[in-house]
């Protein structure tokens, strides 16, 4: 009776348990490794990379349209699923930001989406260091 006793307190241990959601310098580190060669440290397009490309990355301090953040849009550009039609688009799909586990992020609709972890906390890095 003993260890079943032990598995079911384990295992409403686990339910109890709440998805912590990232913090900005989670996020930091993600873009610090992955973005900041094209879209230098501070997210402005100037990574040293840039002038390479044939399109300027763009300033990502500035993606709040009338003071709200397009996280929905933000999303789509960052997993590959809107940059089809992105003239000129050179950023490469970052697959290791869509695995691991998911946390629910509120879209532009108010819906909760899962949303794998690291992708979240890069949006939510992005969020942080926008100029209204």
Same mark, same amino acid.
């Given at each position: 009776?003993?260890? &079943?006793?032990? *598995?079911i #307190? !384990?295992g409403?241990?686990?339910?109890?348990?709440?998805?912590? +959601?990232p /913090?900005?310098? /989670?996020?930091q580190? !993600? #873009?610090?490794e992955?973005?900041?060669s094209?879209h230098?440290t501070t $997210?402005? $397009?100037? $990574?040293p990379?840039?002038s390479?490309?044939?399109t300027?990355?763009p300033?990502?301090?500035? *993606?709040s349209d009338?003071?709200? #953040?397009?996280r929905?849009? &933000?999303?789509?550009v960052i997993?590959?699923?809107h940059r089809?039609?992105?003239?000129?688009q /050179? +950023?490469?799909? #970052?697959g290791l930001?869509?695995?691991?586990?998911?946390v629910p992020?509120?879209?532009?609709?108010? &819906?909760?989406?899962?949303t794998?972890r690291p992708?979240?906390?890069l949006? &939510?890095?992005l /969020?942080?260091?926008?100029e209204y």
């Open positions: 009776m003993k260890p &079943v006793f032990h *598995l #307190f !384990l409403l241990a686990a339910c109890s348990t709440q998805i912590s +959601m /913090e900005p310098r /989670e996020g580190a !993600l #873009f610090a992955n973005c900041a094209c230098g $997210g402005r $397009g100037d $990574g990379w840039a390479d490309l044939s300027r990355p300033d990502l301090t500035k *993606l009338g003071g709200k #953040f397009p929905v849009r &933000v999303l789509s997993d590959g699923y089809a039609n992105l003239q000129g /050179e +950023m490469p799909e #970052f930001l869509l695995e691991g586990e998911t992020i509120e879209t532009d609709d108010g &819906v909760l989406t899962p794998p992708l979240a906390a949006l &939510v890095y /969020e942080s260091i926008q």
